[in-house]
């Protein structure tokens, strides 16, 4: 029973000593995948934050309401395990005393903390696709990647409408995001008279997709939908598909995967790929930020980066305005109050009462582009309306 | 697509997942059957060949049967380390040296991810191109696994029934004491086995590196295969882990390919636990006496 | 637990065993008070988050510990707790079942089908009737991915409402402790009393020689099966706590990884005692948390010092738990 007393005794000492942020820091939460197939994702959002807290740092902090704070990361590996996520989670808010956190990552994480964040008013700028992240019950909780739900539409629109495609195969990870991206996906396409012909799910873990590939081909497919797989899974697809043979056209209606798809895939099986862009690569300000991540982090930049970049930066804007850290209601007026805000994305707003009774999905525009040659080439500009 | 091609293509992809397989299960029945010991650290020796066969090939250009050379010797010198070190003390507790092999997979497992990063690495074919005979396409890597799986087979097998050394393993397989009182050195006989068991590991982890790609997590599935194939072919038997193999293979496969991945894996795993209760010893296993 | 320390400790002189009598009574009493004022020490819900796990663990690895009484590990036990919690979820969610009679369906649930798959698979022994464990957890887990009419496959069920006793909800993590803790107790005691009834002396003789069991007349798969339905019953009600704890629930809530935790708790703490996976389950659960600054070395050190407990100290914790006492208690000669 050592081990109980050690506890008893650890915890009288906090509770005597009882740390919260001292006035001159100011803690910021990662909570994300660090390990594992979400790694890509998780430390875009770590080098975000810490990108955006060296700009704030190297001025001498953040000045807010008179007093100068300094920003310290604090990041945590939730090995995308809602139940690792909530434990990771209870740690940041009642032992770390956090109230802003740059994640979580995925739907599963984020449906399992977000009772426990709004309860605690701790403001929170989620990776999660499923609609049910966004609602007025969650007050404190922000989106600044653009689901499925806002880009596909347009862009599964423009993509089949230009190609002619009437008969779509895919293949979707049976998981929470994949069942969720699949089913708009499907919409999206039946609303352009295209049909989903072959559908199919697989584990998570899996990387050995010819049984399931030769089952999707076997429906005569005109174009082959990526959608929301991981970067890995998607790579592998695309060389999969070309060894079996196929070389109409292949959509991706999904998160970032381009940098993995070249890699994976190589040049040649890339070629006639239609991929969903967040980001204009072109941009002088992304080009930068690029540059700048792949220094500090040597490896290749997912574009979600940029967006939690925005937020955060965003975040300390409104606690400028707000004139506090630590009343997070005064923080979240402040942010919403924030418009055309620029950032290196261009300039952002809020949208999404329509949708979920609730303003707080980041806007931005976002692309279409063609693999060619190894390098994505955009070939459409889109809004949340249509893409052109 | 019609079902000729359908069923080509299935038949193909069905060799070289059940080549792999057999690799991984013949090194695991081996352990097994020898020892006694239901290695949780398999899949990790799996991956740790991914690795060797990448950075090699990759890295250091070396040419391709090299490369293999390296990996199986690599890894087969730390299993027989880790055997002398870590498993022997838990010769004579089953159970605790199953956990002890637990233990050592979470650490070589994340031992890979300190060392080279949780991203997975994309390792290029050996061969590019597609062999056609008609209408039917195979791609050369894939072909390529199968007959380099098939040779190394062989090759244990000579080993293992013309050298006196593979003799010796047998008869400890078949009965430690008896051989003890021969004079087989059984202190000996174990280390190499285990190393044998997992170099055989490495090599298919090398072999599917181009096809499957390289990161620390990619041994899990390839040792939760083994399982099922060695219950299946019966554990201690190495024949029954070809045949095991290949069968798994084939079926799995084929299931896929008719009704899906998620209806596939249910099957199989509903089959293999129809086996262990009606006939545990599996196909061609011994029965436990 | 007195009944061992007391053999263990050997045939001392009266008055020395008459105040080793007293000894464990006196330590479980200072526990218990301990246990109780605890969350009163601390203003820290992690503490008490982590308290909370510590003694849900504390079940899952006693209630393997029971099915290894009679010689069997089961690596599928993770498939009983997640099927408790579907079962008290679903019904909380869709039949509106209070949660506390939740607990209760679940752990009689799982126990007849313990009972049910035992009667099968209990045919199989030692190495065998782990790998069919393991398989059948497998399957579970599948089949819990797939069914999504009734489990919501990998979305999983969210907003299942939280224990409620006599109109008061224990919503936060201070109550749900100390109804945690008194679950604890109920299952360690109810162990305890079993083991030192005609049972567990029956599962015991099993555990040491099992023909020699059967041929004294003990039928082993009667006892056998009832080692697993009662040790798959408490882990399905104690499953079903949790899951009115954390309110939510996915198939990847518990995995064959959390089979192996269970495991690893037990071994541990120690196998063959009683105590032995609360020990474990006192000692792990906050490893990965006090580990948690060095991400990547930290599950480098959880199997470092699992291998090394498993090679230094067999027997667990609880060995080294005894040798203290001995000493402790001046014994004459070692254990």
Same mark, same amino acid.
């Given at each position: 029973?050592?081990?109980?007393?050690?506890?008893?005794?650890?915890?009288?000492?906090?509770?005597?000593?009882?740390?919260?942020?001292?006035?001159?820091?100011?803690?910021?939460?990662?909570?994300?995948?660090?390990?594992?197939?979400?790694?890509?994702?998780?430390?875009?959002?770590?080098?975000?934050?810490?990108?955006?807290?060296?700009?704030?740092?190297?001025?001498?902090?953040?000045?807010?309401?008179?007093?100068?704070? &300094?920003?310290?990361?604090?990041?945590?590996?939730?090995?995308? &395990?809602?139940?690792?996520?909530?434990?990771?989670?209870?740690?940041?808010?009642?032992?770390?005393?956090?109230?802003?956190?740059?994640?979580?990552?995925?739907?599963?994480?984020?449906?399992?903390?977000?009772?426990?964040?709004?309860?605690?008013?701790? %403001?929170?700028?989620?990776?999660?696709?499923?609609?049910?992240?966004?609602?007025?019950?969650? &007050?404190?909780?922000?989106?600044?990647?653009?689901?499925?739900?806002?880009?596909?539409?347009?862009?599964?629109?423009?993509?089949?409408?230009? $190609?002619?495609?009437?008969?779509?195969?895919?293949?979707?990870?049976?998981?929470?995001?994949?069942?969720? @991206?699949?089913?708009?996906?499907?919409?999206?396409?039946?609303?352009?008279?295209?049909?989903?012909?072959?559908?199919?799910?697989?584990?998570?873990?899996?990387?050995?997709?010819?049984?399931?590939?030769?089952?999707?081909?076997?429906?005569?497919?005109?174009?082959?939908?990526?959608?929301?797989?991981?970067?890995?899974?998607?790579?592998? +697809?695309?060389?999969?598909?070309?060894?079996?043979?196929?070389?109409? =056209?292949?959509?991706?209606?999904? #998160?970032?995967? !381009?940098?993995?798809?070249?890699?994976?895939?190589? &040049?040649?099986?890339?070629?006639?790929?239609?991929?969903?862009?967040?980001?204009?690569?072109?941009?002088?300000?992304?080009?930068?930020?690029?540059?700048?991540?792949?220094?500090?982090?040597?490896?290749?930049?997912?574009?979600?980066?940029?967006?939690?970049?925005?937020?955060?930066?965003?975040?300390?804007?409104?606690?400028?305005?707000?004139?506090?850290?630590?009343?997070?209601?005064?923080?979240?007026?402040?942010?919403?109050?924030?418009?055309?805000?620029?950032?290196?994305?261009?300039?952002?707003?809020?949208?999404?009462?329509?949708?979920?009774?609730?303003?707080?999905?980041?806007?931005?525009?976002?692309?279409?582009?063609?693999?060619?040659?190894?390098?994505?080439?955009?070939?459409?500009?889109?809004?949340?309306?249509?893409?052109? | 697509?019609?079902?000729?091609?359908?069923?080509?293509?299935?038949?193909?992809?069905?060799?070289?997942?059940?080549?792999?397989?057999?690799?991984?299960?013949?090194?695991?029945?081996?352990?097994?059957?020898?020892?006694?010991?239901?290695?949780?650290?398999?899949?990790?020796?799996?991956?740790?060949?991914?690795?060797?066969?990448?950075?090699?090939?990759?890295?250091?250009?070396?040419?391709?049967?090299?490369?293999?050379?390296?990996?199986?010797?690599?890894?087969?010198?730390?299993?027989?380390?880790?055997?002398?070190?870590?498993?022997?003390?838990?010769?004579?507790?089953?159970?605790?040296?199953?956990?002890?092999?637990?233990?050592?997979?979470?650490?070589?497992?994340? *031992?890979?991810?300190?060392?080279?990063?949780?991203?997975?690495?994309?390792?290029?074919?050996?061969?590019?191109?597609?062999?056609?005979?008609?209408?039917?396409?195979?791609?050369?890597?894939?072909?390529?696994?199968?007959?380099?799986?098939?040779?190394?087979?062989?090759?244990?097998?000579?080993?293992?029934?013309?050298?006196?050394?593979?003799?010796?393993?047998?008869?400890?397989?078949?009965?430690?004491?008896?051989?003890?009182?021969?004079?087989?050195?059984?202190?000996?006989?174990?280390?190499?086995? /285990?190393?044998?068991?997992?170099?055989?590991?490495?090599?298919?982890?090398?072999?599917?590196?181009?096809? /499957?790609?390289?990161?620390?997590?990619?041994?899990?599935?390839?040792?939760?295969?083994?399982? @099922?194939?060695?219950?299946?072919?019966?554990?201690?038997?190495?024949?029954?882990?070809?045949?095991?193999?290949?069968?798994?293979?084939?079926?799995?496969?084929?299931?896929? !390919?008719?009704?899906?991945?998620?209806?596939?894996?249910?099957?199989?795993?509903?089959?293999?636990?129809?086996?262990?209760?009606?006939?545990?010893?599996?196909?061609?296993?011994?029965?436990?006496? | 637990?007195?009944?061992?320390?007391?053999?263990?400790?050997?045939?001392?002189?009266?008055?020395?065993?008459?105040?080793?009598?007293?000894?464990?009574?006196?330590?479980?009493?200072?526990? $218990?008070?301990?246990?109780?004022?605890?969350?009163?020490?601390?203003?820290?819900?992690?503490?008490?988050?982590?308290?909370?796990?510590?003694?849900?663990?504390?079940?899952?690895?006693?209630?393997?510990?029971?099915?290894?009484?009679?010689?069997?590990?089961?690596?599928?036990?993770?498939?009983?707790?997640?099927? *408790?919690?579907?079962?008290?979820?679903?019904?909380?969610?869709?039949?509106?079942?209070?949660?506390?009679?939740?607990?209760?369906?679940?752990?009689?649930?799982?126990?007849?089908?313990?009972?049910?798959?035992?009667?099968?698979?209990?045919?199989?022994?030692?190495?065998?009737? @782990?790998?069919?464990?393991?398989?059948?957890?497998?399957?579970?887990?599948?089949?819990?991915?797939?069914?999504?009419?009734?489990?919501?496959?990998?979305?999983?069920?969210?907003?299942?409402?939280? %224990?409620?006793?006599?109109?008061?909800?224990?919503?936060?993590?201070?109550?749900?402790?100390?109804?945690? $803790?008194?679950?604890?107790?109920?299952?360690?005691?109810?162990?305890?009393?079993?083991?030192?009834?005609?049972? #567990?002396?029956?599962?015991?003789?099993?555990?040491?020689?099992?023909? +020699?069991?059967?041929?004294?007349?003990?039928?082993?798969?009667?006892?056998?099966?009832?080692?697993?339905?009662?040790?798959?019953?408490?882990?399905?009600?104690?499953?079903?706590?949790?899951?009115?704890? @954390?309110?939510?629930?996915? =198939?990847?809530?518990?995995?064959?990884?959390?089979?192996?935790?269970?495991?690893?708790?037990?071994?541990?703490?120690?196998?063959?005692?009683?105590?032995?996976?609360?020990?474990?389950?006192?000692?792990?659960?906050?490893?990965?948390?006090?580990?948690? #600054?060095?991400?990547?070395?930290?599950?480098?050190?959880?199997?470092?010092?699992?291998?090394?407990?498993?090679?230094?100290?067999?027997?667990?914790?609880?060995?080294?738990?005894?040798?203290?006492?001995?000493?402790?208690?001046?014994?004459? #000669? =070692?254990?």
């Amino acid at each position: 029973m050592r081990g109980f007393l050690k506890l008893a005794l650890l915890s009288t000492a906090c509770a005597v000593c009882s740390c919260p942020a001292s006035a001159q820091t100011l803690k910021l939460g990662v909570l994300a995948t660090l390990s594992g197939a979400g790694t890509a994702w998780g430390m875009a959002m770590q080098g975000a934050a810490e990108l955006a807290a060296e700009d704030v740092n190297g001025k001498g902090g953040l000045e807010v309401g008179g007093k100068k704070y &300094k920003i310290e990361v604090v990041a945590y590996d939730d090995h995308y &395990k809602a139940a690792d996520a909530l434990t990771a989670f209870n740690r940041v808010v009642f032992d770390d005393g956090i109230k802003y956190v740059v994640g979580p990552l995925g739907s599963a994480p984020a449906l399992a903390l977000l009772p426990v964040s709004t309860e605690n008013k701790v %403001i929170t700028m989620t990776m999660a696709f499923t609609p049910k992240a966004l609602s007025a019950e969650y &007050k404190y909780s922000f989106r600044p990647v653009i689901p499925s739900d806002v880009f596909s539409d347009p862009q599964i629109k423009w993509v089949a409408q230009k $190609l002619g495609a009437k008969r779509i195969g895919g293949l979707f990870p049976n998981d929470e995001s994949g069942q969720q @991206v699949g089913a708009a996906n499907e919409a999206a396409y039946q609303a352009v008279g295209a049909k989903f012909v072959a559908k199919e799910f697989f584990e998570r873990e899996r990387v050995d997709f010819v049984p399931l590939l030769t089952r999707v081909l076997a429906q005569n497919i005109d174009a082959f939908e990526l959608n929301g797989n991981s970067p890995q899974t998607a790579g592998l +697809l695309v060389k999969q598909l070309r060894e079996l043979g196929f070389k109409g =056209p292949i959509i991706r209606t999904g #998160g970032d995967a !381009t940098a993995d798809l070249l890699k994976i895939a190589g &040049k040649e099986a890339t070629e006639n790929v239609y991929v969903h862009q967040p980001i204009n690569a072109e941009s002088p300000a992304i080009q930068e930020y690029t540059k700048r991540f792949e220094a500090k982090y040597k490896v290749p930049l997912n574009a979600f980066s940029p967006f939690f970049y925005a937020n955060v930066q965003m975040t300390f804007a409104a606690m400028q305005k707000a004139g506090t850290v630590t009343d997070t209601d005064k923080v979240r007026e402040a942010m919403l109050g924030l418009k055309d805000f620029e950032t290196v994305l261009g300039k952002v707003n809020w949208i999404g009462e329509a949708q979920w009774k609730s303003n707080q999905q980041l806007d931005a525009p976002f692309y279409v582009a063609l693999l060619k040659g190894g390098a994505p080439q955009v070939v459409a500009k889109c809004t949340p309306k249509l893409c052109e | 697509m019609d079902y000729s091609i359908l069923l080509a293509q299935a038949a193909l992809n069905g060799l070289v997942i059940g080549a792999m397989y057999m690799l991984m299960a013949v090194g695991f029945t081996l352990v097994f059957g020898i020892m006694r010991v239901v290695n949780f650290a398999h899949g990790e020796f799996y991956m740790l060949g991914a690795f060797t066969g990448f950075f090699t090939y990759v890295h250091w250009e070396m040419p391709f049967v090299v490369c293999l050379a390296i990996a199986a010797l690599t890894s087969g010198v730390l299993g027989m380390l880790v055997e002398r070190t870590l498993i022997q003390p838990f010769r004579s507790d089953e159970m605790s040296g199953m956990i002890a092999t637990l233990a050592i997979s979470v650490i070589i497992q994340n *031992g890979a991810v300190m060392l080279w990063g949780p991203v997975p690495r994309a390792m290029p074919d050996i061969v590019t191109g597609t062999l056609t005979i008609g209408p039917f396409s195979f791609s050369w890597s894939r072909l390529v696994v199968i007959a380099a799986a098939a040779l190394i087979f062989i090759a244990f097998w000579l080993f293992m029934q013309r050298t006196r050394l593979g003799r010796a393993m047998r008869a400890v397989a078949q009965d430690t004491e008896t051989a003890l009182i021969q004079g087989i050195r059984v202190n000996y006989i174990y280390p190499l086995a /285990f190393g044998m068991s997992v170099a055989l590991a490495a090599l298919a982890g090398a072999l599917m590196g181009p096809v /499957f790609s390289v990161s620390p997590f990619v041994g899990l599935t390839p040792m939760l295969k083994a399982f @099922v194939v060695v219950i299946l072919g019966g554990l201690g038997s190495v024949p029954g882990a070809v045949v095991g193999g290949l069968m798994l293979g084939m079926i799995e496969s084929f299931t896929a !390919t008719m009704f899906g991945s998620l209806v596939s894996d249910i099957l199989q795993l509903l089959l293999v636990i129809l086996i262990l209760l009606v006939r545990p010893a599996g196909l061609l296993g011994q029965r436990e006496a | 637990m007195e009944g061992q320390v007391a053999s263990a400790v050997g045939q001392g002189g009266s008055r020395l065993a008459a105040r080793r009598r007293f000894l464990p009574g006196v330590a479980i009493a200072a526990l $218990l008070a301990a246990a109780l004022a605890l969350p009163q020490l601390t203003a820290n819900q992690f503490y008490v988050h982590l308290a909370n796990l510590i003694l849900l663990n504390s079940i899952f690895a006693v209630s393997l510990g029971l099915i290894a009484t009679v010689g069997q590990i089961s690596l599928g036990h993770a498939a009983f707790v997640a099927a *408790g919690a579907y079962i008290s979820a679903l019904a909380a969610l869709s039949f509106k079942l209070p949660p506390i009679l939740g607990i209760v369906l679940a752990g009689l649930v799982m126990g007849l089908a313990a009972v049910l798959l035992g009667k099968i698979l209990l045919r199989l022994r030692g190495v065998y009737f @782990v790998l069919v464990t393991f398989l059948a957890g497998q399957v579970f887990t599948l089949v819990v991915l797939n069914w999504e009419s009734v489990t919501h496959g990998a979305n999983g069920l969210i907003g299942i409402p939280a %224990i409620s006793l006599f109109g008061f909800p224990l919503s936060t993590r201070l109550r749900f402790y100390y109804f945690a $803790l008194a679950a604890f107790v109920l299952v360690v005691t109810f162990v305890w009393a079993l083991m030192r009834s005609q049972y #567990g002396r029956a599962f015991r003789s099993i555990a040491e020689n099992i023909r +020699l069991a059967e041929s004294s007349g003990i039928d082993v798969s009667h006892y056998q099966v009832v080692a697993f339905a009662l040790g798959s019953g408490i882990a399905g009600a104690a499953g079903a706590a949790m899951v009115h704890y @954390v309110r939510f629930l996915s =198939p990847d809530s518990f995995t064959f990884h959390d089979s192996v935790a269970y495991i690893t708790m037990l071994v541990v703490g120690g196998r063959h005692s009683m105590i032995g996976g609360v020990l474990g389950a006192l000692f792990l659960t906050p490893l990965p948390e006090l580990l948690r #600054g060095f991400v990547g070395a930290q599950h480098i050190i959880y199997g470092a010092i699992l291998l090394a407990v498993l090679m230094f100290i067999p027997n667990g914790l609880v060995s080294v738990g005894k040798s203290l006492l001995a000493k402790v208690t001046d014994t004459e #000669g =070692p254990e």
